[in-house]
């Protein structure tokens, strides 16, 4: 996956929350971002996807900038977003929510078959006419990756899909990740408190401490090295 | 009952409802705006009087046929609020990075009231302006209730602008935008909408709603310079009474306060009238404060 983001630094007014991330080594299909509670993770993803505007630093995509851009364009460019709470409609149908997804798809044809699409793909095709807000935890959340997948783009920030759902539900989502994953060609950043849930389902993790990224490997590196266990899994 | 009694019932039951198509298409523009924006417009009355005094600049100054008078109000209208939305809400927001809290639009337009208020007073003088009705004659329902057939055009055309804007928002890319910012407009940012460029199309909107309700109500009432901050606030009782934001909501509430009030002059002084919406407001406020329909 072709991101890069060289030495960004970003935050919310004047408190700055990412102090210089760099993250140019390998993406895989689904990649963690992992760290504790105010390491930086989830305002990466919105610099990333132009909510917040990097105050330094650079960031490419597809060997494109797209610092400071605006989030149409960043969709326009593969990148969809999925908050971490309260982002759908959800006085709307499960239809109007993907219409929604693909906006930025003119063709009436191939929205309607791209709303298909992402039906059949989560199981939501006998609900389409249902509210979103009507729907259980789990589906609310599948529908809201099932939207940003609309545009069929090339990488999905996802803020953390286990958020406030049930462990069960939590598998019926990350299941349907990787289902994604084997029939397209998106890529997943996926921001995860539950450090244990993402090594075992991400292919590559990287780690955020106090606005930084501290390491990036194969899951397997953080359950091998000791150091990294006892930063970030709380383990000797 | 007798004939006179239900005659009378049926008469002010009539002009209630027709009162109501004015009152749906007035305060249906000021709910939009709420739910969209959180915009408490405290100007709204002020987009009916500048609808009001551009179909008397038509009609009676220019000579023009009403209709195009009308074409005339619906265009200047949305040049009115396409005009508040650039010179007063814009520039906040970019000043701020943000949508400012609703406290500071009610002050914004609070001061966009008095200063349409008054550029109205100085252009247009304090005299009351009147506009002959251009539809004569009276329609006759059952022989038992007369009413002229202006009332019947105007709530006709109210309720067929109120329709085709709901039309507008159901089933058009535009609306379906709309609705989005009106839910959640972070995540209508996500999936690419233009916010901002949904905020000045609902300004636009409300801009024509306001106006063409001032223009369509003024061969009925006077025009003066504060013709519409009455209105306004009658159009707040019916916004709560229907739940604030929520659309079909204002079209209920605007019934329910219009034929109220047409029913309850039947038996009190028409001095009072103003009274019953606001009862009605409080006593809804106090059962149940989300409003019929459940607004935010």
Redesign the interface.
């Known amino acids: 996956m072709a991101l890069q983001i060289e030495e960004v630094h970003s935050g919310y007014g004047d408190i700055e929350i990412l102090k210089g991330v760099h993250l140019t080594g390998a993406l895989g299909k689904v990649t963690g971002l992992i760290g504790p509670n105010g390491a930086g993770k989830s305002t990466l993803l919105k610099t990333i ?1 132009g ?1 917040l505007k990097p105050s330094k630093g650079k960031i490419l995509f597809k060997d494109q900038e797209i610092t400071n851009r605006s ?2 364009e960043i ?2 460019r593969g990148i ?4 971490q709470t ?7 149908t499960v239809k ?1 929510n993907l ?3 693909g ?2 798809i003119r063709d009436k044809k191939l929205l309607q078959d791209r709303i298909d699409w992402v039906l059949n793909l989560s199981n939501l095709k006998g609900r389409a006419r249902q509210a979103a807000g009507s729907l259980s935890g789990g589906e609310r959340r599948i529908l809201e990756i099932g ?1 940003g997948l609309m545009l069929d783009p090339d990488l999905v920030l996802l803020d953390e899909p286990s958020a406030a759902l049930a462990p069960l539900l939590v598998d019926y989502v990350f299941n349907h990740i990787r289902q994604i994953n084997d029939q397209g060609k998106t890529s997943f950043l996926i921001v995860e408190q539950n450090v244990n849930l993402i090594l075992e389902r991400a292919d590559y993790v990287y780690a955020m401490q106090l606005g930084t990224v501290a390491h990036g490997g194969p899951p397997e590196d953080f359950k091998r090295d000791e150091r990294l266990r006892k930063l970030f899994l709380g383990k000797g | 009952m007798d004939n006179a009694f239900l005659s009378s019932l049926l008469t002010a039951l009539v002009l209630g409802i027709i009162i109501s198509g004015i009152y749906a298409l007035f305060a249906v523009g000021l709910s939009l705006l709420f739910g969209v924006m959180d915009i408490v417009n405290v100007a709204h009355g002020e987009l009916f009087t500048i609808g009001a005094y551009l179909a008397f600049i038509g009609i009676v100054l220019l000579l023009l046929h009403p209709l195009l008078a009308l074409v005339g109000v619906i265009v200047g209208s949305l040049a009115i609020g396409f005009g508040a939305y650039f010179l007063t809400i814009r520039p906040l927001h970019h000043r701020l990075g943000r949508r400012p809290k609703a406290p500071v639009y009610l002050v914004l337009t609070l001061g966009l009231s008095i200063f349409l208020q008054n550029i109205v007073l100085a252009m247009a003088g304090g005299n009351f302006k009147v506009i002959p009705s251009y539809i004569s004659g009276t329609t006759n329902f059952l022989n038992l209730v007369f009413v002229s057939r202006y009332r019947v055009f105007i709530f006709l055309i109210s309720m067929a602008v109120v329709m085709g804007l709901f039309l507008f928002l159901k089933y058009t ?1 535009t609306g ?2 709309i ?2 910012v009106k ?2 407009s ?9 916010v901002d460029q949904i905020y000045l199309i609902t300004f636009g909107l409300v801009g024509v709603l306001a106006g063409l309700s001032g223009a369509l109500l003024t061969p009925i009432y006077r025009v003066f310079p504060t013709v519409g901050a009455i209105l306004t606030i009658k159009a707040f009782a019916i916004i709560v009474l229907g739940g604030m934001g929520n659309l079909v909501g204002a079209l209920i509430g605007s019934f329910v306060i219009g034929i109220s009030e047409s029913i309850a002059v039947m038996f009190i002084s028409t001095d009072w009238k103003d009274l019953v919406a606001f009862a009605i407001m409080i006593v809804i406020l106090i059962i149940r404060p989300s409003g019929i329909m459940k607004g935010e």
């Open positions: 996807f909510y989030p149409r969709l326009e969809s977003y999925v908050a309260e982002g759908l409609f959800p006085h709307m109007e219409r929604l997804g906006f930025l939207r | 890319r379906l935008a609705r989005a839910e959640n972070a995540a209508a940012q996500a999936v690419g909408i233009k």
